[in-house]
């Protein structure tokens, strides 16, 4: 009943900011975004969170309460008389942020997103502590391509478990992007026909750029059939997180559409949506209707209506016009119109519609002049806008703009881009960074959030960011780096904690402007004219492998705290040879321009050892495999028939990248099989053109290579179908440690351009 009242009392405060002061700033606004779930049912969910976590003896341990006279997402931690701990907290998240707090630093044991599961020793004595914790601040996690790159196939299971750790670490605020069945019920309602429908919609890989108006149809077809199951699926995370506390943002119409709607309403106000990296028809260039053009409001209320019917809504709706793409008009008052013309789209289906906006489409960016972004940001009323300032550890917008000029934003760190694998991250920057954005004057801030295009990688810094995200104050990296390592094995060990110092000030100290796209010697298309570099000292890191090598003894048996230590062997085994790869690769190139053939072909001999070695090292792994992609994919298919075309979509996307690899290798992953027949393969190709150049006196052709690897090896594997392993083999150890023996000794005797200037020809910004 009490509780009743509360909640009364909440939804009245809510009406209250919503209708007399309008919309403020942080606390305000995430209130006003939060779920109305039930405090009793935000209670369960996060019990059976902690349930997953330290499984069925929880109940005996923790009691959970989820109570609304506390502060606005807090958490309390005491002890009862019964020697329980009892979290209590202003909402699901609140509670099992707070079990996180206290399983990491009262009880030393952490979990990560491959590793939820803990085991408390069963004579465990729960220190009696009182702690209290309090975040105003919105905690925001996910990329819109973050669910092509990584959650693509991904059922409920997955799902779950990273609901949970999204739980643990306070996030209340993300996305669900799923619309392909919403979007073929106002097709066919508005007359498109089914083959006209199939044209549009991307495959199962390739929605999120689809979605933003990039591509269209690449990977296609995707089955109405395969729509059900995606929306079915969305329909259960919303669920889930709701019932955390959770806010999630919902897809709203940004002005993108079917070239056949042009067959429908030909008198439409169209422009034809430019080349995005140079996909070919059909596949490109869809239609970006005016948003002042009627055509507009009709179909942005048919669609979200249908949004909000099928998943409800927390007031929030995110929408991109003009992402990576060039507004058709580049004037202020064209830009003023637009936003205004999308805010009251989701204003005339929900009043108190919130816009979510990426604030990419800003980042280096000449065409977007101060004036035209000052108009786009301020056509919306103030705190009705939220930007995520989309890489601020990097590119931050939020200067430049005046704090977006007085509209709510989230400082996010991006970090990764297309799910590559690298060690790196900018741990001072992040942490000196948000404060920074903080501390200055009149800042809009709300939020700290994270917007990986991929994650699997670098967890460290996810870590890292979100838990300086919910304190106030800036953390001392030492102690915080220190614990990192102890948690993490679960013991505490001299060594361990001085190989993440190795790392911290090393892999993790990147503070350059180069855009780090995980295109490294090793998952690059071979050419003479690559750069490579590094912005550490490379001894940092086999220092750090070393130690981790010679700690095998003391990592606890118990908890599976092995499993953890076996990933990041391998992960570190994997970058030492990544670096080596580079550094064979400088001394290629100069024996190359020497014409020391005898050089050559030893160098080149010890690169394809190096390859061996790396599909070793990653097949003992078992999140290095690309098996369990492939297999993942193929799961994911609604039927036996649709299989080959989700195998394609997976190989595709982390290769080719398009019909002709129109971004090749932009998504590359270092995985078993991978480098096997992909990486290596290539290399191999390379050698021996270059070689033979060598032998028979001519200059390497490498237009006529181009040709041939792509030919050869880079289109065909998107068509293969060769099966591969989805359990790791080997023992990690004792291949690392071979590993290391062969490969300690090699750059000590070779000079690598430390720190060099870079010349690395990316592209900016693919998503
Ligand atoms: C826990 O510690 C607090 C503060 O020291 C004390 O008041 C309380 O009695 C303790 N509770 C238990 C169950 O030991
Ligand atoms: C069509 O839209 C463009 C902006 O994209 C605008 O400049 C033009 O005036 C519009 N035309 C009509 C007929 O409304
Ligand atoms: C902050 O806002 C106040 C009130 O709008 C204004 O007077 C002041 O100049 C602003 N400060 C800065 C540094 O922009
Ligand atoms: C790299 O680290 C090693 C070992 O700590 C040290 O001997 C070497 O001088 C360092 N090199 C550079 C360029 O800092
Ligand atoms: C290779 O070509 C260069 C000039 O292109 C010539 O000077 C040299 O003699 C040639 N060497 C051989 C072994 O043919
Ligand atoms: C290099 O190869 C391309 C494609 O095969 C060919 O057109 C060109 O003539 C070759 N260039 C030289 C210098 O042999
Ligand atoms: C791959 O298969 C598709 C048909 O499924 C075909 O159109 C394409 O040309 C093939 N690509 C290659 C490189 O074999």
Not at 455 to 476: A, C, F, H, K, T
Not at 687 to 709: C, E, G
Request: contains cysteine; glycine residues 6%; neutral net charge.
């Amino acid at each position: 009943m009490q509780k009743l009242w509360i909640l009364a009392l909440a939804i009245l405060a809510k009406v209250f900011l919503s209708l007399g002061l309008g919309l403020g700033m942080g606390p305000e606004l995430a209130l006003h975004l939060a779920p109305d779930t039930l405090p009793d049912v935000q209670e369960e969910a996060a019990r059976a969170v902690i349930q997953r976590v330290i499984g069925p003896r929880s109940s005996q341990l923790f009691l959970v309460e989820v109570s609304r006279i506390l502060d606005f997402r807090s958490f309390q931690i005491s002890m009862l008389d019964s020697g329980q701990i009892l979290i209590a907290g202003w909402d699901g998240v609140s509670v099992c942020k707070g079990f996180h707090h206290y399983l990491k630093y009262v009880l030393e044991r952490d979990v990560d997103w491959f590793k939820m599961r803990i085991e408390l020793p069963t004579n465990l004595q729960l220190p009696n502590v009182t702690i209290r914790s309090t975040s105003t601040t919105i905690l925001y996690h996910q990329n819109v391509c973050t669910w092509s790159y990584s959650f693509a196939w991904w059922g409920f299971e997955q799902w779950r478990r990273h609901i949970d750790w999204m739980a643990m670490m306070g996030i209340s605020l993300t996305i669900a992007p799923v619309q392909e069945a919403v979007w073929q019920d106002v097709y066919t309602q508005l007359g498109l026909s089914g083959a006209e429908i199939e044209a549009h919609l991307a495959g199962p890989a390739f929605q999120a750029w689809q979605r933003m108006g990039n591509i269209r149809g690449w990977g296609g077809p995707l089955k109405p059939e395969y729509q059900r199951l995606q929306e079915l699926l969305q329909q259960h995370i919303l669920r889930a997180q709701r019932d955390l506390g959770i806010s999630v943002a919902l897809p709203a119409f940004a002005g993108h559409l079917p070239t056949a709607m042009r067959r429908i309403y030909p008198n439409g106000n169209y422009t034809e949506v430019e080349r995005w990296n140079s996909f070919p028809d059909p596949y490109c260039c869809g239609l970006f209707v005016d948003p002042l053009d009627p055509i507009f409001d009709l179909v942005a209320a048919l669609f979200l209506r249908r949004v909000v019917q099928r998943y409800g809504s927390n007031h929030i709706f995110f929408c991109d016009p003009f992402n990576e793409l060039q507004p058709p008009v580049a004037e202020p008052d064209y830009m003023r119109s637009t936003a205004a013309a999308i805010h009251n789209s989701m204003r005339s289906v929900d009043p108190e519609a919130v816009w979510l906006l990426q604030g990419w489409m800003f980042v280096k960016n000449i065409y977007w002049t101060d004036a035209m972004m000052e108009a786009f940001l301020t056509a919306v009323p103030i705190g009705r806008l939220i930007v995520l300032d989309l890489q601020s550890e990097q590119f931050p917008q939020y200067q430049r703009t005046d704090s977006y000029y007085g509209q709510p934003f989230v400082w996010c760190m991006l970090h990764n881009f297309g799910g590559t694998l690298g060690m790196f991250g900018s741990a001072d920057l992040v942490n000196n960074g948000i404060e920074a954005a903080r501390r200055m004057p009149n800042s809009s801030i709300v939020g700290v959030g994270i917007t990986p295009e991929g994650i699997g990688q670098n967890y460290v810094m996810y870590s890292l960011v979100l838990e300086r995200g919910w304190s106030e104050l800036p953390l001392d990296l030492d102690s915080w780096f220190k614990h990192f390592a102890r948690t993490r094995y679960g013991v505490d060990d001299e060594g361990l904690q001085q190989a993440w110092q190795l790392l911290r000030r090393s892999v993790y100290s990147f503070r350059g402007l180069q855009k780090m796209r995980g295109g490294y010697t090793v998952t690059r298309r071979p050419a003479l004219n690559l750069d490579p570099f590094t912005w550490y000292n490379a001894s940092d890191v086999l220092e750090a492998w070393k130690l981790l090598l010679s700690s095998r003894a003391i990592i606890p048996l118990e908890d599976d705290k092995y499993a953890i230590y076996e990933h990041d062997l391998v992960d570190i085994t994997r970058q030492y040879l990544q670096i080596s790869a580079d550094q064979l690769y400088v001394n290629l190139k100069s024996a190359y321009r020497k014409r020391q053939v005898a050089r050559f072909e030893y160098l080149g001999s010890k690169l394809l050892q190096l390859f061996g070695d790396l599909e070793h090292i990653l097949a003992s792994g078992s999140n290095f495999l690309l098996g369990t992609w492939l297999a993942d994919a193929q799961r994911a298919a609604p039927n036996a028939a649709d299989k080959p075309n989700f195998e394609f979509n997976a190989r595709n996307q982390i290769t080719a990248w398009g019909p002709d690899g129109q971004i090749l290798d932009y998504a590359c992953k270092q995985w078993s099989g991978l480098v096997l027949d992909y990486y290596r393969p290539r290399w191999a190709l390379f050698l021996d053109d270059v070689t033979l150049a060598l032998h028979s006196n001519r200059t390497f052709n490498s237009t006529a290579f181009k040709l041939r690897v792509s030919q050869e090896v880079e289109l065909p594997f998107s068509n293969k179908s060769d099966v591969y392993p989805v359990e790791p083999m080997g023992n990690t150890w004792f291949i690392s440690q071979n590993i290391y023996e062969r490969w300690k000794e090699y750059l000590r005797d070779t000079q690598f351009l430390h720190n060099n200037r870079i010349s690395v020809n990316l592209k900016l910004g693919v998503q």
